[in-house]
């Protein structure tokens, strides 16, 4: 039964109104994803505003690419496109006059000596311990998130160590 439908539809002649039609809809379609998408990953430049100055460790980041005064960040894969004062998704990074800052060098909000059982390394060496060190902001937007109250904050919004690298 469901060969036949299907061999019937094939066989199914439509007039050219009805190919212009839907195909300019599916076209409209495409450029609408295309531009959502496009907005998707640009940035979050409209929720945090550009801080006063710079922490004092801060510094030019790493892979980005200046494009005029935007620039396109390439730390992770969601490959933010910023303008001037707008930060990327992850809230560490921001483009001051084209060129990308990283917010969080020098600046951790989490430093603690953990048993080594805590890592990955279960049976290495019990009883040692593990230097741990982490920084505000993260890509992601998971909701079961274990390190929420730093992951899903700006470094502004966390409580920070003043640490020289």
């Known amino acids: 039964m469901g060969r036949r439908k299907a061999?019937?539809?094939?066989?199914?002649?439509?007039?050219?109104?009805?190919?212009?039609?839907?195909?300019?809809?599916?076209?409209?379609?495409?450029?609408?994803?295309?531009?959502?998408?496009?907005?998707?990953?640009?940035?979050s430049g409209h929720a945090i505003e550009e801080p006063p100055a710079l922490w004092k460790w801060s510094k030019e980041a790493y892979h980005y690419v200046p494009q005029?005064?935007?620039?396109?960040?390439?730390?992770?894969?969601?490959?933010?496109i910023l303008d001037p004062g707008e930060r990327g998704v992850c809230r560490d990074?921001?483009?001051?006059?084209?060129?990308?800052?990283?917010?969080?060098?020098?600046?951790?909000?989490?430093?603690?000596l953990d048993p080594i059982e805590k890592k990955p390394f279960f049976h290495f060496l019990p009883g040692s311990s593990a230097f741990s060190i982490a920084t505000a902001g993260c890509n992601l937007r998971c909701m079961y998130c274990q390190n929420w109250e730093i992951s899903q904050f700006s470094p502004e919004e966390t409580n920070n160590a003043d640490m020289m690298p």
Not at 93 to 112: D, M, Q, T
Request: net charge positive; proline share 3%.
């Open 68 to 80: 005029g005064r935007e620039v396109h960040c390439g730390l992770c894969p969601r490959r933010c």
């Open 93 to 112: 990074r921001i483009n001051i006059r084209g060129r990308l800052y990283s917010l969080v060098y020098g600046n951790p909000c989490a430093v603690n």
């Open 7 to 43: 061999k019937k539809l094939l066989k199914r002649t439509i007039s050219r109104r009805e190919f212009l039609k839907k195909g300019l809809l599916g076209l409209a379609g495409l450029g609408i994803g295309a531009y959502a998408l496009g907005r998707l990953f640009k940035g």
